[in-house]
């Protein structure tokens, strides 16, 4: 994975642990749950209708196999598995995205919390970028958007996820 891979305007190729020819999987910065990804189109568009046939396909094959993955890994009983397609369904980050999130048993106060957690400020990825940016303005570490709870993961946390789920596509 030597590309430079964006999520918008960040730089996330440390956090990848899965690329298909037009698509790539990736570990969240403040996930809801424990195992909670992303699948990303690799070229940056902001609406699900923009998909070339080609890249939807690689897309839903690519949620349909990291779905079965983090749900086997995470012993999940259940996943949510959401696109916010636009700002006004709660998308943060202008590029299409499918949050795929394991689910257990009692794994939250109420079933549907899930939802409210995704539209909530605080998995605004914009909006923690530039809090972190501010609060650590002459720490070199902060400089980067692709740098990592109460707040964001750190770097290192993503990254060993991201090998460790690397590891599982290897072998599926």
Do not use: W
């Not at 909006?127 to 964001?152: C, H, M, Y």
């Amino acid at each position: 994975m030597s590309r430079v891979i964006k999520f918008g305007p960040f730089t996330v190729t440390r956090q990848v642990f899965l690329r298909t020819a037009y698509t790539y999987g990736l570990v969240n910065l403040k996930p809801i749950l424990p195992g909670h990804v992303l699948v990303c189109p690799l070229r940056a568009i902001s609406r699900v209708s923009e998909f070339t046939p080609a890249e939807a396909q690689d897309f839903y094959a690519t949620v349909q196999r990291v779905a079965g993955v983090i749900e086997s890994h995470y012993h999940a009983d259940a996943l949510n598995i959401s696109i916010q397609d636009g700002p006004l369904a709660g998308q943060t980050v202008p590029h299409v995205h499918c949050h795929i999130i394991p689910r257990k048993l009692h794994d939250l106060a109420n079933v549907d919390d899930v939802y409210g957690r995704l539209n909530s400020v605080d998995n605004d990825l914009q909006k923690s970028f530039e809090i972190l940016k501010q609060a650590n303005r002459d720490d070199t570490r902060f400089q980067n958007p692709d740098v990592g709870r109460s707040g964001p993961r750190s770097m290192e946390e993503m990254e060993r996820e991201a090998k460790e789920l690397a590891q599982l596509f290897e072998t599926n």
